[in-house]
């Protein structure tokens, strides 16, 4: 699915920086996954 969010560019670069411009997508959706994940664990306690 696409979908379009704004973030700031400071942290474009910052993610670019740490995966490449041909993988942001690839490093945001770890990202948010990991999120996910720690929220998900911290709800159930």
């Known amino acids: 699915m ?3 969010v704004i973030l ?3 942290l474009v670069r910052s993610v670019d920086a ?3 411009k041909g993988k942001r997508s690839q ?3 770890e ?3 990991e999120k996910v994940r720690i ?3 911290r709800a159930a306690l």
């Open 18 to 20: 740490l995966a490449g």
């Open 27 to 29: 490093f945001i959706e």
């Open 39 to 41: 929220d998900t664990l």
């Open 8 to 10: 700031p560019e400071d």
């Open 31 to 33: 990202a948010i996954r």
């Open 2 to 4: 696409r979908t379009h």
